[in-house]
């Protein structure tokens, strides 16, 4: 028999917990945001990885596009 204690990471990261105080906060009156804002942290850190990816497929365009210019 194995006594290896297996422990697994993960949980509520920053984004989750601001979305929870912002949720909070939205509901009890405190803030009067867009829930545009107050879902902001579950949705800007996607938009800011889908945007590199758009950046890195443009620059490795153009390099393979210069490439084939001058081969």
Do not use: T
Request: glycine share 12%; aromatic share 14%.
């Amino acid at each position: 028999m194995s006594d290896k204690i297996q422990v697994s990471g993960g949980g509520v990261g920053l984004g989750g917990l601001l979305f929870v105080a912002f949720l909070v906060m939205k509901l009890c009156g405190v803030i009067s945001w867009s829930w545009w804002w107050v879902c902001a942290p579950l949705w800007i850190p996607l938009a800011i990885f889908l945007a590199a990816i758009v950046i890195f497929v443009v620059i490795a365009g153009i390099v393979l596009a210069v490439k084939a210019a001058f081969s």
